[in-house]
């Protein structure tokens, strides 16, 4: 049994939070620095609020409306968007892992559990979205560039498609980094087909046209289409379509897309030593396990 108190610390500052009062009155302050969280439903919310110097407040409204986007995905085809069921990408992920220990995944989903963790394993996800409640392991609301852990606190930690995510990814691997324990693992799935390139045209034709290139390519790999059926497939396609681009991201849910070259010079940066990599071609996966 996780004892989620003894982990938890102010997600800026790292100061002794006074968790008990904000399990009591809904809401709290950090001594340290004056951060504001909350407790709701049985789950604490520690997401920061977001330091401008740090978090420039034009990328902080872009994500805002990418996360908006991918909740709408999510919920459209929860199968095909996370981690659910007997996904092969997914049980790859988990056989790469070898997990162990007390294991933390940043980017958790908003599913009762993701299906390359292990069922009854030492897990702590962390999400922006609260998600379904309960989970089916210790949960905590907040980002991943602000972890609200103690330092050398995990065995394992992933980003499990994740990473991409991120206002800045490279925070959140030294957030990472701060948290794993000597010699823990940091486990990375990844887009091996990612590339860096200017966002999509602003019109209806683009944005459709990027639905075509991209969505499609990656419903038809794996058998999605068939798996949801075209009905669902030509509705989900549909919803992406409409949402928005907004103006600075890469495309409906990212900032910008990751190169694999700079994220192993990140990992290389941080004192992270690359152990182990496995290309999954069903999913066009690339699985990266660094040591810390």
Known sequence: ???????????????????????HTGIGCCPGCGQQYAYEQGVYNLSPQLPPDEMPREKVALWETLQANGLVSYTTAPEFNLSVGLRQDALGFKSFCRLSGLILDIGCGTQFL???LPEDGAVVGLDPFRGQQPRGFAFVQGLG?????????FDHILFATSLDHMINPRRGLAEAERCL?????LNLWLDSQAESHAGPAASSWGRYQLVAKKGIRSLARGGWIEKLGWWRTISYIGAVARMRVPEGAV????????????VREWLDELGL????????????????????
């Open 145 to 153: 560039e602000y972890l609200p852990f103690r330092d050398g606190t």
């Open 273 to 292: 030593r690359i152990v182990r990599e496995e290309v999954f071609p069903a999913s066009d996966g690339l699985f990266i396990q660094a040591q810390h």
């Open 251 to 262: 495309d409906y849910f990212h900032l910008d897309h990751l190169m694999l070259a700079e």
């Open 181 to 185: 324990k000597p010699k823990g693992y």
């Open 1 to 23: 049994m996780i004892e989620l108190k003894e982990l938890l610390v102010c997600a800026t500052c790292r100061a002794e939070l006074p968790l008990e009062q904000i399990e």
């Open 114 to 116: 993701p299906s390359y």
